[in-house]
């Protein structure tokens, strides 16, 4: 009796305290979205606001992006590191960082993101046949192709021999019309609010990019930046710098995926 006279009088008490905690909970996560860009930039950015929070998202949402799948592939990994930088760390750790920070992104924004991996290993190829590397490459085009209405983005880490090559650069898939557009919305974003002295352009990628050879939805790869050049590979290595490089990079896609 004493025990249900209780739990009569704590139910309703309790039942406030979960709506107060969720509201908090909802109300921190639109305060964080809304000051995405202001707390990654110092400043908000135009545009941003009208994706990130809320208002413009409905928007997108309307036009088809929540049913785009996005597949996010972190370039390497297992025996494959990539390319190694001047101060040690190997590309396949920061591809996956990056690519983690992007998922993450996405994810607030309500979008369906694929992960080719989410630890340190190659992939296999269900077809079974080839190199270790081969296996690896065809196995992220079988994940990427498994979703047509997919939108396939690769990160990488780019090297040169000389030092003095930094900045990154987008190459996009030359069978498809719209991965040229992903590609520039990634690029021209990054020039305008990460890197203002980069002047690259994006690239058509040749058949020596596997994975954006083989695939016919829009499918870019992002050479984030030279591991090759100091300046860039202590930046890369730094997770401030890699939260503005990936929420730039999901910013795009969820552009985009909008409007595409
Ligand atoms: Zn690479």
């Given at each position: 009796m004493e025990k249900n006279w209780q739990s009569a009088r704590i139910k309703p008490f309790s039942f406030l305290l979960k709506?107060?905690?969720a509201s908090l909970l909802i109300f921190s996560v639109i305060a964080?979205?809304?000051a995405g860009s202001k707390w990654l930039f110092g400043e908000k950015i135009p545009g941003f606001a009208a994706v990130l929070p809320g208002s413009s998202l409905e928007?997108?949402?309307e036009e088809g992006a929540e049913k785009r799948v996005i597949i996010l592939d972190a370039g390497h990994g297992g025996m494959d590191s990539g390319a190694v930088?001047?101060?040690?760390?190997?590309e396949k750790e920061i591809n996956l960082a990056v690519a983690k920070k992007v998922e993450?992104?996405?994810r607030m924004e309500g979008m369906e993101v694929v992960m080719t991996r989410s630890d340190d290993r190659m992939l296999t190829s269900r077809a079974g046949r080839g190199t270790a590397k081969m296996q690896d490459l065809l196995g992220r085009v079988e994940i990427a192709r498994e979703y047509e209405n997919g939108i396939f983005v690769s990160i990488h880490m780019n090297t040169l021999p000389m030092e003095k090559y930094k900045g990154l650069q987008v190459?996009?898939?030359?069978?498809?019309?719209?991965s040229k557009v992903l590609a520039l919305t990634i690029q021209s974003h990054i020039a305008e609010h990460l890197q203002p002295d980069n002047k690259r352009e994006t690239k058509k990628a040749g058949s020596n990019i596997f994975v954006l050879d083989r695939l016919e939805q829009p499918a870019v790869?992002?050479?984030?930046?030279?591991l090759s050049n100091y300046e860039e590979a202590s930046l890369l290595i730094k997770e401030e710098y890699q939260n503005k490089l990936a929420f730039l990079i999901a910013h795009s896609i969820l552009q985009f995926a909008g409007n595409d």
């Open positions: 709506v107060i905690a964080l979205l809304g928007a997108a949402a930088s001047v101060l040690g760390t190997r993450e992104f996405l190459f996009y898939s030359a069978n498809s019309d719209t790869l992002i050479e984030c930046g030279f």
